[in-house]
């Protein structure tokens, strides 16, 4: 069954790089769906798009799920697309498998990012896309060697990956038996997602 989405994307020519942020959970762990969390420095959801745009993408996926009313929170923002996955509940997989499939199939290249780094830098999306992705192109940042995100997935690969995820584990499995490119981006930011509970 196709994603559903709660928008219509505007006409034109595919974009050639597309942003998908990864919003579907129910966030177990963290006391809430991660895409309706909100702290000091405002919107998961809103910094999550609007890092992917400032660093480069020229149009945004939200990939929802446990919290479809999350999409009035960047309804807003020109150029960004909010979609519900049916299966959310199988697991990260089911996401990035939507996502994915969703991208427009004349897009060149896809950036993907949970929305569960909040305060991960423009520089970041901005060192992943230079030299400019084509559709061969495989990359991920590392921070100190740890494998992170985003992660750039060129248009030759995103039906393969969208194949070969299952449950709850993502893309690093086949990413690594793929000759993904190591970006290290370790000067830049230490790359870790927040899992749990709101801080105080």
């Known amino acids: 069954m196709p994603p559903t989405s709660s ?6 020519p595919d974009p050639r790089v597309v942003g998908v942020v990864l919003a579907a959970g129910a966030g177990a762990r963290a006391g809430g ?4 969390r909100v702290d000091a420095r405002g919107s998961w959801l809103r910094r999550a798009v609007t890092t ?3 660093g480069g993408c020229d149009a945004v996926l939200v990939v929802l799920g446990a919290a479809p009313g ?8 020109a150029g960004v697309r909010a979609l519900v996955v049916p299966g959310w509940s199988e697991g990260v997989a089911a996401s990035l498998r939507g996502g994915l ?8 290249a896809a950036v993907v990012v949970p929305v569960d780094v909040p305060d991960l830098p423009v520089a970041v999306v901005r ?3 230079d030299p400019r992705p084509g559709p061969a192109t495989l ?7 740890r494998p992170g995100h985003p992660v750039v997935v060129g248009r030759d690969h995103r039906a393969a990956l969208a194949a070969a995820v299952r449950g709850d584990a993502g893309g690093r499995a ?4 793929h000759g993904v490119a190591d970006v290290e981006c370790g000067d830049l930011h230490d790359g870790r997602d927040e899992d749990g509970p709101p801080r105080p």
Do not use: N, Q, Y
């Open 7 to 12: 928008a219509t994307p505007a006409p034109g």
């Open 127 to 129: 060192r992943l896309l």
């Open 70 to 77: 999350a999409a009035d929170l960047v309804a807003d923002l």
């Open 174 to 177: 086949w990413l690594g038996s």
């Open 33 to 36: 769906p991660k895409a309706l």
């Open 101 to 108: 499939r969703a991208v427009p199939s004349g897009a060149l």
């Open 139 to 145: 990359r991920r940042a590392v921070f100190g060697g």
């Open 52 to 54: 992917l745009r400032d």
